[in-house]
Structures are given as C-alpha cells and as structure tokens.
Nanobody, 123 residues
C-alpha cells in the first residue's frame, strides 16, 4: 500500500551535514507515524528518530541535539536533517511508516520500509 523512497545520502566529513528525504506514495500519509532507522555493518537496525501523525518527535540519545526529523504532509515527505555528523553515524538509513499507534520504536512495530540510503562520515 505504501511505497517509501529515500534520498540524500552520501559521503561527508565529520562535522558536516546532510538532509535525508523520504517520499511516500501511500494514501492518508498525514495519519502515518514515520521514522528513520539506521544499520551499520554487523549491527542491529536501530531507531534514529520518529515523528507521530500529531507531530511529536522522538530521538535516540546518540543523535539528540544533532538530528531533526520533520514532515511535510502536503508533499507526503519526511526529512531527517543531520548536523555535526560523526564517523559513528555511518550506516544505511531507512525510512519507515506505520498506520497504527505504538509505544515502541522497534523494527517490528513498523509496517513499511524504504530501500535505504547510505550515509558515510569520514574522519
């Protein structure tokens, strides 16, 4: 039902910035909870940031104060602004969506996933 396409990844030096975008094709986008996850080689896929349909946000401790998640419902798009990037931010970043509410920001709680976009931060 929902297709998600990420863009904006790339190579950046430590301290730099990137903005990721996720374009959604599904109906009633404004009602979906959206999130960004990331997965580094050999690591689990973990939550980075989430935004509910009502606009409330959640950030992993590792990115709090550096990353900002936002959404533009008129454009069916969610963004992740990443500032002060660190080498440990290097990962594949995934956009994801869920149609229902949840108390958890886990892989299992989300329904639809994008293909991922690579972010590499050099030292």
């Amino acid at each position: 039902q929902v297709q998600l396409v990420e863009s904006g990844g790339g190579l950046v030096q430590a301290g730099g910035s990137l903005r990721l975008s996720c374009a959604a094709s599904g109906r009633t986008f404004s009602r979906y909870g959206m999130a960004w996850f990331r997965q580094a080689p050999g690591k689990e896929r973990d939550i980075v940031a989430a935004i509910r349909s009502g606009g409330s946000t959640y950030y992993a401790d590792s990115v709090k104060g550096r990353f900002t998640i936002s959404r533009n419902n008129a454009k069916n798009t969610v963004y992740l602004q990443m500032n002060s990037l660190k080498p440990e931010d290097t990962a594949v970043y995934y956009c994801t969506a869920r149609s229902g509410g949840s108390s958890y920001y886990t892989v299992e709680s989300y329904d639809y996933w994008g293909q991922g976009t690579q972010v590499t931060v050099s030292s």
